[in-house]
């Protein structure tokens, strides 16, 4: 031991040297020691610095992924190939980029599911909600762009078929879909633009939002499973949470490798069959489906037909209706409410199928965005709340489960139900929210828990 004093003294000179220039010990100290923390966060506290985890994971993969891709129509799919068979560990490194995309979107469903069970984009954090919207907007299109580099049958079929979505959107999106494509069907200048999108522009926009959403929390500070501010029950962040953290990380790694190793296909849910064989422009497969983690929104694009649109038209009918005959609202804004429903009643009656599958699409995810000021119940946590609530909470999520198993699936009639029906479940749940989430008795937490008597512990 006493061998190491000259070397532990000269990294505390190096420390002290950078200290006086740059407050590094103190902003370590601020992070760990003195950055104070809910003394009883569960499990899913756990999937926030997961999902940090697997940003960095692709983040390096990705890195080395770069040095032998090559972003070229003629190339792409033959130089995958040879990253996977000549290139040292090149087969590892492909591996676990293409499960970290989905493991990205597992940790992140999971991660905004904590917030929904907790109410933790209520008040004050609705900012850090917002933030966390935009980082799984910028993931989809992340994903997307990453999905086409391979340039197999799926990548190239399934950016058609995005980006004709986009041509759908009223106005710009013609425009904004031969741009996207640099041409005016999917080819080389896609792949080009695509790439640049996912190695330059996406990932960075991505360290900043994250950068963003956690500075974002830190001000704030975080909510907890009871949902109850309690200044008094906090713990330093090291060593509860950092070991938390690492337990946490160390099952998550097991279970990741288990896939890398033994399922890399993941049964083709990670990489899908017809991604084996290289983009051919004249022959469309019998089947074209997104990645699991955005099937969901795909369904809901799917179910929107002609007689969906009618189904959604009479409950618009049966909601103006309600709004008239309750005579709640002063006269003006009755007024108001009618006209607008009238035009969005002959929107839907007139409008096509497929610019209101693309709105569907994404009021489905702006729809979350709102979701602070659509919850209006006076507790935050469903610990509290009526229990009829985490019924609802757990009919959405079985819905959106629905719709993943649905749009991963060739269209068919039972299907078709199955999906019509799920998505009324999830626009119900938010769209109803400010209405059923006021209904019903929370109960009232321990004076304990709410009033601190040593406040700031
Ligand atoms: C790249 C993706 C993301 C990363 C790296 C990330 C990272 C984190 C981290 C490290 C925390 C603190 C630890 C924790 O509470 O688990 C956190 C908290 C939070 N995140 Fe994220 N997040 C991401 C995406 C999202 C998304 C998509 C949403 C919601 C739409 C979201 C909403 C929240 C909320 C509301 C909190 C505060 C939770 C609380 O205090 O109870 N995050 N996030």
């Not at 891709?69 to 492909?94: M, N, Q, T």
């Not at 489906?289 to 799917?302: D, S």
């Not at 002063?330 to 007139?350: K, N, Y």
């Not at 610019?355 to 919850?375: K, R």
Request: glycine share 8%.
């Amino acid at each position: 031991m006493a061998d190491s004093g000259p070397a532990r003294r000269a990294a505390a000179s190096l420390l002290h040297w950078i200290d006086a220039r740059l407050p590094l010990s103190a902003l370590w100290r601020a992070q760990t020691r003195g950055h104070r923390v809910p003394d009883n966060f569960n499990v899913w506290y756990l999937f926030g610095s997961l999902a940090l985890a697997v940003f960095v994971i692709q983040y390096v993969t990705g890195f080395f992924l770069a040095m032998h891709y090559k972003p070229d129509a003629s190339l792409a799919f033959d130089s995958v190939e040879a990253i996977r068979r000549d290139v040292p560990w090149g087969w590892l490194l492909r591996d676990v980029h293409a499960a970290g995309a989905s493991a990205f979107f597992a940790v992140v469903y999971l991660h905004m599911f904590r917030g929904l069970l907790y109410g933790s984009y209520r008040k004050p954090r609705e900012l850090v909600w917002l933030l966390g919207c935009a980082l799984f907007v910028t993931l989809i299109a992340e994903a997307f762009c990453g999905y086409l580099l391979p340039w197999g049958q799926m990548s190239y079929w399934g950016a058609q078929v995005i980006v004709n979505l986009i041509a759908a959107i009223p106005w710009v999106g013609p425009d904004l879909a031969l741009w996207l494509r640099g041409d005016y069907v999917v080819g080389d200048a896609t792949l080009n633009r695509f790439f640049a999108f996912h190695v330059i522009a996406l990932p960075l926009l991505l360290i900043g939002l994250i950068a963003a959403h956690v500075v974002a929390l830190q001000h704030v500070g975080s909510n907890n499973p009871e949902g109850v501010d309690a200044p008094h029950a906090t713990v330093p962040f090291h060593p509860y949470y950092t070991v938390h953290d690492l337990f946490g990380l160390s099952v998550f790694l097991c279970a990741f490798a288990a896939v890398v190793f033994f399922a890399p296909d993941f049964g083709g849910l990670v990489l899908e069959p017809a991604n084996f064989t290289p983009a051919d422009p004249l022959r469309t497969p019998a089947h074209i489906a997104p990645v699991w983690y955005l099937t969901p929104f795909y369904a809901m694009l799917r179910a929107t037909t002609a007689t969906t649109l009618r189904l959604w038209a009479l409950a618009a009918l049966a909601a103006l209706l309600r709004a008239a005959w309750r005579r709640r609202h002063a006269p003006r804004r009755l007024a108001l409410l009618l006209a607008g429903g009238a035009v969005l009643l002959a929107a839907l009656l007139l409008g096509e199928a497929k610019t209101w599958g693309v709105a569907v699409l994404g009021g489905s995810i702006a729809s979350l965005f709102a979701l602070p000021w659509l919850d209006r119940a006076p507790q935050r946590s469903m610990r509290w709340r009526p229990r009829w609530h985490l019924l609802l909470l757990l009919a959405f999520v079985l819905a959106f489960i629905a719709l993943a198993v649905v749009g991963s699936r060739p269209p068919g009639a039972a299907g078709h139900v199955v999906a019509v029906a799920a998505t009324f479940v999830y626009f119900g749940f938010l769209g109803l929210m400010p209405w059923w989430s006021r209904l019903g008795r929370c109960a009232t937490p321990p004076a304990t828990l709410r009033a601190s008597p040593r406040a700031g512990r």
